[in-house]
């Protein structure tokens, strides 16, 4: 049958779509995953050789038992993960039972089976994507179940023509705009319950065992012995949300930094602050760096970092304090922030509260750190007496410097070490081209050589502005290399000796990269308040809808005191006025009652209690209308019984009309046999 095979079509399409979603993951054993590819197109298109591999209850027991024994194995002994673990258990058993579809109901156990697989896959992967196919697979879900019922009818009732009849009918054009409607709906009612539903921990998949996407293009010791080139990597690190971006004072360049470095070999950048301590108030979740201070612009900044193992806490330059959803922070006297190690790859997301003034005075240790050099070097010294000669002040020669970088030296990814000279000094006096390390290296050395203290920060420039969603995107790419120069009594401020192109700002490539940054926006929604959702997040949106709930009842309140107002105020106004109206109606009301009444009752404006129980004549008038017999305005209710005497109709009208004019006009009741017999009366209408 046509319908029968539609079912199986579409429950080996259900299963199909369920191993698919564990493909895009990326994280799952791909031997058991073509297993189970190849046991489904077996069995669907098999035939005689399905009948041959098909295997009993006992050997399909035995199998589950073994593919228990193995997840445990799995567990204990190959992946460590215990998802994974499940994820290759639901695979070989659905492998299995692809080869015991003996009843009907073989298919809803399938069908339950493949559920689980599409759950357990929602813990690999944080993407978009899986929403689109999860609805896809509830549709489909939802499709499979009406068939299965259908064809279970079918089973039953050996094929009543009937069934078929109704199925067809089923099976119109409107089928796939209700399976959609309340898959959409059904989809809606998880998220009602996924937003508002109370829960225990503070985010939906901290840690989980995706891919890792450990940053690259950061790293915590600047290396310039072993540069090279180097490629742009277009893989998003962070998103950075800036709230009141637009009504900021200062539109210049935003970093945001990570460590600073001290110390430098020769070759390369280290930081000498190996002591960390923890930072902040745990309980609060607020985490201070310094005191805010009055007089000063603050802005916020919103961090969603993408999965990744690097436990660097990202910060605009110039921060105040962290809020997070850390157990703690470590921090050391560099003010390198760093978040507790992970087992997994890790999204997470931050709030900072900073600074708009380029001052950042957070100096702890000793000044004479920032201004210690590698090996003495004459023609080092000298090119920097020339450059800041006739300069004054630390800010003069520290802008001369950077200036001169900048104009005499050309910005490259493409660079090869000949090891002849060490990295600043070939740099500086024969290849004069290279990226922000070389930069920021040999502006921090210049400086020093000036003796001005100074440190070069790692981290990442601002990014990519993306319009749709008001946040930047940062990406690998955006990995950068700066110096902070340090003013006595004012404090560190930022000098970016490379060139313009040394910062990688993306082009705008018309309608495909707008689509793109669209997509991106939507894609932090998803990030941000489903996987991230969390506990706080919950008590956030219940204090919203508390303030807009008082807001709008305070409205309502208020429009209803003025309009108490208005009434008073036109009753106090009006007063004599109402008296004697009240005065003068009341006693005519009482004198004209009947005659009053009777007007009302002519212009059909009025009912007398008697009519609320005689509908039973407006229901014959309808009866007969339809049958032909239709009652003129001007007839009375005798007139037109005559209008069809001696017809089959008209006993039984007759009998109605009676008891009609007994109530209308004789104040009659009804007991309960006439109640019957007008019933009867009345069925036999509708029926002749």
């Known amino acids: 049958m046509r319908l029968y095979a539609l079912f199986k079509f579409s429950s080996f399409l259900l299963i199909l779509s369920g191993l698919t979603i564990l493909v895009f993951t990326h994280s799952i054993n791909y031997l058991l995953l073509l297993t189970s590819f190849s046991c489904l197109i077996l069995s669907f298109f098999g035939g005689s050789f399905k009948a041959a591999l098909f295997i009993g209850r006992t050997t399909l027991n035995l199998f589950v038992l073994f593919s228990f024994g193995y997840a445990i194995f799995d567990f204990l002994f190959l992946s460590g993960d215990l998802m994974v673990a499940a994820t290759d258990f639901l695979l070989l058993v659905i492998s299995a039972k692809l ?31 899986y929403l689109v196919f999860l609805i896809f697979f509830l549709f489909l879900g939802l499709l499979c179940l009406i068939l299965y019922n259908l064809t279970k009818e079918l089973i039953n009732h050996e094929y009543q023509a009937s069934l078929v009849e109704q199925a067809k009918r089923i099976f119109s054009p409107y089928l796939l705009l209700n399976l959609l409607f309340v898959s959409f709906f059904s989809l809606s009612i998880t998220f009602a319950i996924f937003f508002s539903f109370p829960r225990i921990g503070t985010g939906f998949l901290k840690g989980y065992s995706a891919t890792s996407s450990k940053v690259t293009g950061f790293s915590h010791v600047i290396d310039l012995d072993n540069a090279g080139t180097i490629y742009r990597d277009p893989q998003i ?51 201070k760096l310094k005191n805010l201070k009055k007089k000063k612009n603050y802005y916020k900044a919103n961090f969603f970092i993408s999965p990744t193992l690097e436990t660097t806490i990202f910060l605009p330059h110039n921060s105040f ?69 006739g300069k004054k002040g630390i800010i003069e020669k520290s802008y001369a410097i950077r200036d001169f970088l900048r104009k005499n030296y050309k910005y490259t990814l493409k660079i090869k070490r000949d090891h002849v000279l060490p990295p600043l000094e070939e740099f500086l006096f024969i290849k004069k081209k290279g990226y922000c390390e070389q930069f920021a290296t040999a502006m921090a050395i210049l400086l020093r050589y000036a003796k001005i203290p100074c440190r070069v920060v790692a981290g990442y420039s601002q990014g990519e502005w993306n319009k749709y969603g008001g946040y930047f995107i940062v990406r690998q790419q955006d ?19 490379s060139p313009e192109m040394g910062i990688y700002f993306a082009k705008n490539n018309g309608v495909f990269k707008n689509i793109s940054k669209l997509m991106d926006a939507i894609r932090l929604k998803w990030m941000r308040y489903v996987i991230q959702y969390s506990l706080l997040d919950q008590i956030h949106a219940v204090k919203i809808v508390k303030k807009r709930g008082h807001i709008a009842f305070s409205k309502v309140k208020e429009k209803i005191k003025r309009g108490i107002k208005k009434v008073i105020f036109f009753f106090y106004s009006k007063g004599l006025l109402i008296i004697i109206f009240f005065v003068l109606f009341i006693p005519f009301l009482f004198i004209f009652k009947g005659k009053i009444k009777d007007i009302f009752l002519k212009l059909g404006l009025f009912t007398v209690r008697g009519e609320q129980k005689i509908k039973f004549y407006q229901n014959m008038i309808f009866i007969l209308s339809k049958k032909g017999k239709v009652k003129k305005s001007n007839q009375t209710p005798y007139e037109f019984l005559d209008t069809f005497k001696g017809e089959k109709y008209f006993p039984y009208a007759k009998d109605i009309t009676d008891f009609y004019y007994k109530i209308r006009f004789g104040k009659y009741k009804l007991n309960n046999k006439e109640r019957e017999r007008i019933k009867k009366d009345i069925n036999f209408l509708k029926k002749s």
Do not use: C
Request: proline share 5%; glycine share 4%.
């Open 99 to 129: 080869f015991n579809i003996e009843k009907h109901q073989d298919y809803l156990q399938l069908y339950a089976l493949t559920l689980f697989l599409v759950i357990a896959a929602a813990n690999f992967t944080i993407d978009l994507w």
């Open 237 to 287: 690190v962070m998103r950075v949300e800036i709230p009141e971006h637009d009504h900021m004072h200062s539109k210049s360049t935003f970093y945001w930094k990570g460590i600073a470095f001290d110390f430098y070999d020769g070759k390369r950048w280290r930081t000498s602050f190996k002591k960390l301590k923890i930072l902040g108030n745990i309980k609060s979740k607020r985490f």
């Open 321 to 389: 304090i962290i809020k997070g959803d850390f157990p703690y922070l470590l921090t050391n006297n560099a003010g390198w922030i760093r978040r507790p190690k992970s087992k997994f790859p890790s999204i997470y997301s931050y709030s900072v509260i900073f600074s708009s003034d380029p001052y950042d005075y957070s100096f702890n240790g000793d000044i004479e750190k920032y201004l210690e050099l590698p090996n003495f070097n004459k023609e080092i010294k000298s090119l920097v007496l020339k450059i800041i000669k």
């Open 479 to 497: 990995a950068h290399a700066w110096v902070e120069v340090f003013i006595p009594h004012k404090g560190w401020v930022i000098m970016d000796p």
